[in-house]
Nanobody, 115 residues
């Protein structure tokens, strides 16, 4: 059974940093790309970052480019999202998505950026 479990969310002040993790199980993780999405209150879920399976190439939403870095450790079946210089508008529930079969989502982790 496929599972994706996000962790690492919390409360951080503007300008601060957090690192999110998404641990995957139940499928050949290293063979599939993964994305991070986020959903703020009253808004639609939006794309944040993506990492490929092979080369581990990444791409980012313009709103996070230069501040967020996505990486993966295939030995640990885990992807990470390092978030630096965070802003109040980064406040959202963050989800990881694995592009295995029709796609699988984690349950999300809350990130709040506030002073």
């Amino acid at each position: 059974q496929v599972h994706l479990v996000e962790s690492g969310g919390g409360l951080v002040q503007p300008g601060g940093s957090l690192r999110l993790s998404c641990i995957a199980s139940g499928f050949p993780f290293s063979n599939y790309p993964v994305s991070w999405y986020r959903q703020a209150p009253g808004k639609e879920r939006e794309f944040v970052a993506h990492i490929s399976s092979g080369s581990g190439s990444t791409n980012y939403a313009d709103s996070v480019k230069g501040r967020f870095t996505m990486s993966r450790d295939n030995d640990k079946n885990t992807v990470y999202l390092q978030m630096n210089n965070m802003k109040p508008e980064d406040t959202a529930i963050y989800y990881c998505k694995a592009y295995y079969l029709y796609g699988f989502w984690g349950q999300g982790t809350q990130v709040t950026v506030s002073s």
